[in-house]
C-alpha cells in the first residue's frame, strides 16, 4: 500500500506540474516559475493581499514575496497601490494578464478532474471524492 501511494502522489506531483507547464504553454506564460505561479494564486486567492499576508499564506519571508512580486510587476501580471491608511504598506493585485493565467490554469484542473472522473465508475467516482475531501481536509489542518 505504501509503495503504490508513494507512486500515486509522485504521479500526481507530476501530472500537476504538467498542467501548470501546459497552462503557460498555451496561455503564453511559460516563462513563469512555479513560485510565481504560487504568488499569483495566493494573491488571486486573498483579493488585494499585502505582501506581509502573501508571506504569511505562502509561509516565506515578505523579502522573498517582494522579489517575487516586484518580478510580475515587470513582466506585467500584477500591479502594487500603496496603501492610503500606511505609507509602509503596498497591496498587490492581478493585472488581465494574471487574471487571465488563473482563468486558465483553472480551466486546466477543470479538464485534469473530468479526465479522472471519466476512468471511474459512479461509486468508484463518489469513494474518491470522500477519500479526496478527507485528505484535503488533513492537508488544511497541517
Keep these: 500500500m505504501e509503495d503504490l501511494l508513494i507512486q500515486f502522489v509522485n504521479t500526481l506531483d507530476l501530472s500537476l506540474k504538467k498542467i501548470n507547464q501546459g497552462v503557460g504553454d498555451r496561455s503564453g ?35 522573498s514575496v517582494t522579489t517575487g512580486v516586484n518580478k510580475l510587476l515587470h513582466m506585467g501580471y500584477v500591479t502594487k497601490t500603496r496603501s492610503s491608511q500606511d505609507r509602509r504598506v503596498y497591496h498587490v493585485s492581478l493585472t488581465d494578464a494574471g487574471r487571465q493565467l488563473v482563468q486558465a490554469k ?21 469513494q474518491f471524492e470522500a477519500t479526496i475531501a478527507k485528505l484535503v481536509r488533513l492537508f488544511g489542518q497541517s
Design 29 to 63: 506564460f511559460a516563462r513563469l516559475t512555479i513560485h510565481q505561479l504560487q504568488y499569483i494564486d495566493a494573491i488571486d486567492q486573498l483579493g488585494e493581499p499585502s505582501i506581509t499576508e502573501i508571506a504569511d499564506r505562502l509561509k516565506i519571508t515578505k523579502a
Design 106 to 126: 483553472y480551466q486546466a484542473l477543470h479538464e485534469y478532474g473530468e479526465f479522472i472522473r471519466s476512468s471511474l465508475s459512479e461509486d468508484e467516482a463518489r
